[in-house]
């Protein structure tokens, strides 16, 4: 029995990366509202030992938060590039994949024909399916 076919519809993936990166931006903010706290309230525990021991602890919680949302930055920014590479890549292997059929159909391929995909810095939608048909979202988008 064959397997399932994949569908991938690429027109979504854009807005879902533009919505970690906005994601990590309200993080960062989140970053830069505690360093506004830790200097804000750095003085406020006192002159005194135990003022200052509690400020010592209040600032080193803090620090160790920052840390934390600096980390939550980098994976969510990191998330972001990932979905718009995955969505790229896809996006060329369909084009390549297009190039073959549309080469198939012609008669112009060989027994000994190149199927590396051709590099493409134009990152668009393809502009139609596989060869096979088969649904689309409207944009030549669907992936098979």
Do not use: C, W
């Amino acid at each position: 029995m064959a397997p399932d076919p994949v569908d991938i519809d690429t027109d979504p993936l854009p807005r879902v990366a533009a919505s970690y990166v906005s994601k990590a931006q309200q993080i960062r903010r989140v970053g830069l509202d505690l360093s506004n706290v830790v200097s804000d309230y750095s003085y406020a525990f006192g002159n005194d030992d135990s003022g200052q021991k509690v400020s010592r602890q209040f600032r080193s919680l803090l620090s160790g938060f920052q840390q934390s949302v600096q980390l939550l930055v980098r994976v969510v920014d990191g998330t972001a590039d990932g979905i718009d590479a995955m969505s790229k890549q896809y996006n060329r292997v369909e084009e390549h994949n297009t190039d073959l059929a549309k080469r198939m159909g012609e008669g112009s391929l060989t027994d000994s024909f190149d199927a590396t995909p051709p590099s493409s810095s134009n990152n668009t939608p393809s502009n139609g399916g596989g060869g096979g048909g088969g649904p689309t979202n409207g944009n030549n988008n669907r992936r098979r």
